[in-house]
């Protein structure tokens, strides 16, 4: 008979956004009494993010550990998303349509060449076509495209219907929600034992797990050691409605690289084109502007002019919790009992079942899975770097 006390849990996650309620979904369903403490879980940035699953797109120079993390969520993604929807009686809108990156000018396809050969070299499967051959696949492209990669495994879904998902999986799991901001980390003896929210309810938890996204560093009581250098990157994102006249308007996800900088076109099954997303520094500020909707229907247009006779239907405005290495903390701090899991940048709906299993993995055993082991919060800690090479 189970008598313990409602503010009392095995695990206390601070922060339900998709990284959040993953982790304490996992936790639930590994017998862990689980709490989740957000104002509006189900919220964050994932409500912003366009869903793309774009492991193989998505590669930059110098994120070739971050690439292997990466494909293994891509990879445990179909299973994922099968069991979720089981769990939660919610379809994700998962999508294996493939992505098609293009190049409108010949800077561009030199760049993407350079991306493509990149890509080989890392033994992943993409296909260089023509700018005929793209146009052939996608025919509402401009007819100025110059060339572009074809990436069949790079898949999409909507991250609002998976925070939905995961919302009512954890309900169902038994996690306990607790409405209200974390306030304040509580420690006692040299290690973490809960948070206090801002009503002053006091929350104990033999583990606490900090996924509060680009507010991760905001909790009071964190020691200065085991701060997570996590900080806000705005994006802008537009959402348009292709009417059934159109359809399909674009049978893939859609990329380039337009005058310096990156945009791109998800199309959903139900209609709604996803066109984002502008990369903006400028701390907490999530401001819809004139001149980023601007930037992104003009860029769109240089790619897919046809865009321009669709209804948009919603702009909104987003932070990404970036960190200095791009990215994710995963796993124990300096302090016991403490553990992070955020700083997922671009990447934070790619992995959602990553994240879950390392997490709850973690939870459990004390243990950081191998693959999880570069992705320690303890590379940036201060004292860490100060050991002799």
């Known amino acids: 008979m189970h008598t313990h006390h409602a503010n009392t849990s095995d695990v206390a996650v601070v922060g339900g956004g998709i990284i959040g309620l993953v982790t304490a979904w996992r936790s639930a369903q590994r017998g862990l009494r689980t709490a989740v403490v957000d104002p509006q879980p189900g ?10 699953l774009a492991a193989v797109t998505e590669l930059h120079y110098g994120e070739q550990v971050l690439l292997g993390l990466n494909l293994e969520s891509a990879r445990r993604y179909p299973a994922f998303a099968a069991e979720l929807e089981e769990a939660s009686g919610q379809d994700l809108g998962y999508r294996a349509c493939g992505t098609l990156s293009v190049a409108l000018d010949l800077d561009d396809r030199a760049h993407l060449r350079e991306l493509h050969a990149l890509q080989l070299r890392s033994g992943l499967e993409s296909e260089w076509l023509t700018g005929r051959e793209c146009r052939r696949l996608e025919p509402m492209l401009a007819p100025g495209v110059r060339g572009g990669l074809r990436v069949d495994g790079d898949h999409q879904v909507d991250p609002r219907r998976l925070a939905k998902a995961l919302l009512i999986a954890c309900e169902r799991a038994g996690v306990t929600f607790h409405r209200g901001w974390a306030e304040r980390l509580t420690t006692e003896g040299g290690r973490a034992t809960g948070v206090v929210l801002a009503d002053g309810t006091a929350l104990t ?41 159109y359809a399909p308007f674009l049978s893939r996800t859609v990329r380039a690289v337009v005058r310096g900088s990156h945009v791109y076109l998800v199309p959903r099954e139900n209609g709604e084109l996803v066109v984002g997303a502008t990369s903006e520094e400028l701390g907490w500020d999530t401001t819809v502007t004139a001149g980023g909707v601007y930037e992104l229907l003009r860029d769109a247009h240089d790619l897919v002019p046809g865009i321009t006779e669709l209804p948009l239907t919603e702009t909104c405005a987003g932070l990404r919790p970036a960190s200095p290495d791009n990215a994710p903390l995963l796993g124990p701090t300096a302090l016991p009992g403490l553990l992070l899991a ?46 002799p090479a």
Do not use: I
């Open 43 to 52: 919220g964050g940035a994932a409500q912003v993010a366009a869903g793309m």
């Open 205 to 245: 938890s033999g583990q606490v797990v900090l996924a509060a996204g680009s507010r991760s560093g905001q909790l009071a009581g964190l020691p200065d050691a085991v701060l997570p250098p996590v900080r806000p990157v705005k994006g802008q994102v537009l959402r348009l409605t292709v009417p059934r006249v």
């Open 342 to 387: 955020t700083g997922h940048y671009r990447n934070g709906v790619l992995l959602t079942p990553m994240t879950g299993d390392v997490m709850a993995g973690l939870l459990t055993t004390g243990e950081l899975p191998a693959e999880a082991r570069a992705f320690s919060p303890l590379r940036f800690s201060p004292v860490r770097q100060e050991q």
